[in-house]
């Protein structure tokens, strides 16, 4: 029975037994999310800086135990090692880990267990050598007798360290064990450059091989860096951590390693990682783990119970509750579908949602034949392009596409779509779970109102390295009747279409209600007469080649 605060046993439910990463995240983490700011999961790529990403998303894990090995208090006190929280996210056929907190740069290692294919080390075998040779034996043997939780094989062994006090370069290892049968087995080691501000970043170099390794266990690049300027998250000590505390840090030692060199796990594949803060030698472990012990913990030492026996024989992690390993599960193969894509009316009356969405208006999907814009999709609001929604079935996260934006020339244009500039960056970007059109993954992407005007623009979406879908939306405010001679005009009788509907209600996709405040108005008409005249060309979308 949980003998703390009700929240804390929630806190501790989730955490503790199974972290999994699923497409509806669970409500307490979405609770705790949202007391941080941090329930509006922005659209972005991954930067392996040492820093969260909003790509990442939610936590898997986060810590439940104070560290007792030291509590961190940069810049001045860097004594002290803890793991907060635990990120991971798969994309463009790569995981990528960030575990926040702070690694003493005192040569203890942060210790990386990955289970990712069939077969591996239940029970941690003395037979790989590799790390540092110390005149008896490679420290790596001093792992033997590790038992994992039962479902946790042990493949592959990553691992960092960094010492000169915060001076030194951080480095890193990655061994393929192998099955723990070989003394030599596959190995490779990197480090960054001197850190900045306790900041560095660097990368173990595919085909490099580590000590006494038999040849390299990388066929690509795998990057890493570590941000150690946190001073907040656990105390130090061995209760019961504050799980908000815990997971507001954003900072820590962050990861990325090719899905090939794991193994090659297929889609729906899950793979299992167990975390820990350990010593130089590897056989004195700290109570940071990830998944997480439960309060009140010490350190485990050798034997399991906080004494140093040389090795780790004497830690059976079955011995304590719940799973100290998270997981993640490769997404699956197939690439993201797009069911929709319309325009959005931000600044029209009332909360965000699918009353705002042009449902009359639909972008150019770029397809096999030649494609020219029509007045059904083009848009004529006073505000501009402020706003659009992709719906996707098969999007797991928005980490797992990138979204590349250009705009036309404003006006009448001949410039072709290949040399278009950049448009302005999204004010925001938000994935909507089953929010969309048929219960489809809606992607909310918003802009400052007026940035795109009187001009076209493309949205190109990217998944695993390839565009799965080319956009295309017009705007020309006050246009009404359609396109005509190649181009758009508003003329008088765009003007006379809006007296017409004057004093109507208007939802989202009333085209006459050209300011979007839910009833055409003197203004509406003001709005189309100020653009009198004005052009645009009619778009003529290439086919695919």
């Known amino acids: 029975m949980c003998q703390v605060d009700s929240f804390s046993c929630l806190w501790a439910e989730f955490f503790v037994k199974g972290n999994r990463v699923m497409k ?36 898997i894990a986060v810590q439940t135990v104070e560290t007792n090995f030291g509590d961190a208090a940069p810049p001045g006190s860097l004594g002290g090692s803890e793991l907060n929280a635990a990120y991971a996210h798969i994309a463009g056929g790569r995981l990528y880990l960030l ?204 034997d399991g119970g906080g004494g140093f026996i040389g090795t780790l024989s004497g830690v059976n992690l079955n011995q304590f509750l719940g799973q100290q390993y998270f997981e993640i599960t490769v997404p699956g193969g197939q690439s993201p579908q797009l069911v929709s894509a319309r325009p959005y009316h931000e600044t029209f009356p009332g909360p965000d949602g699918p009353a705002k969405v042009d449902t009359s208006v639909s972008m150019i999907l770029r397809g096999p034949a030649v494609q020219s814009a029509t007045l059904s999709n083009v848009i004529s609001s006073t505000q501009g392009i402020n706003g659009v929604v992709l719906d996707f079935d098969q999007l797991n996260a928005l980490g797992d596409i990138s979204l590349e934006y250009k705009m036309s020339p404003p006006n009448v244009f001949a410039d072709p779509i290949t040399s278009w500039p950049d448009a302005p960056p999204p004010a925001s970007t938000e994935l909507l779970a089953d929010a969309g059109e048929a219960g489809s993954d809606r992607v909310l992407i918003k802009w400052t109102s007026g940035s795109i005007a009187n001009r076209y623009l493309c949205i190109k979406v990217i998944h695993a390295g390839n565009t799965i879908a080319e956009l295309y939306l017009g705007h020309l405010r006050g246009e009404m009747t359609g396109a005509s001679g190649g181009k758009f005009t508003v003329l008088v009788g765009d003007i006379l279409a809006v007296r017409t509907d004057l004093t109507q209600a208007k939802t989202a996709s009333g085209r006459t209600d050209v300011d979007k405040s839910g009833t055409v108005l003197v203004q509406d008409i003001l709005d189309t007469r100020s653009n009198l005249a004005k052009e645009l060309t009619q778009l003529s979308v290439p086919a695919l080649p």
């Open 24 to 59: 509806s995240r669970n409500l307490f983490v979405t609770a705790i999310l949202g007391s941080l700011g941090l329930g509006n999961i922005a659209n972005g790529q991954i930067t392996v800086d040492g820093t969260l990403d909003a790509a990442y998303g939610p936590p």
């Open 99 to 302: 575990l926040t907190g702070n690694h003493e740069p005192n040569f203890n290692k942060l210790e990386v267990f990955i289970d990712s294919k069939p077969g591996g080390e239940n029970v941690v075998s003395a037979t790989p050598e590799y790390d540092f040779f110390n005149g008896g034996n490679w420290i790596s043997t001093n792992m033997q007798g590790l038992t994992f939780d039962t479902g946790f094989e042990l493949d592959y062994h990553l691992f960092s360290r960094w010492g000169g006090g915060g001076v030194n370069p951080y480095e890193a290892d990655f061994i393929d064990r192998n099955g723990g049968g070989s003394a030599m087995v596959p190995g490779a080691s990197g480090t960054t450059a001197a850190p900045l501000s306790l900041q560095a970043s660097g990368s173990i170099l595919a085909g490099s091989t580590g000590p006494n390794a038999s040849g390299s266990s990388l066929t690509q690049n795998l990057d890493f860096a570590i941000d150690n300027n946190n001073a907040a998250g656990v105390l130090g000590g061995t209760l019961a951590s504050d799980p908000v505390a815990a997971a507001a840090v954003t900072t820590g030692m962050e990861f990325s390693i090719a899905l090939a060199d794991l193994g090659n796990p297929g889609p729906g594949s899950t793979i299992k990682i167990c975390a820990a803060i350990n010593n130089g030698d590897h056989n004195y472990l700290s109570n940071q783990f990830l998944g997480g012990l439960a309060a009140p913990q010490g350190n485990l030492g050798g």
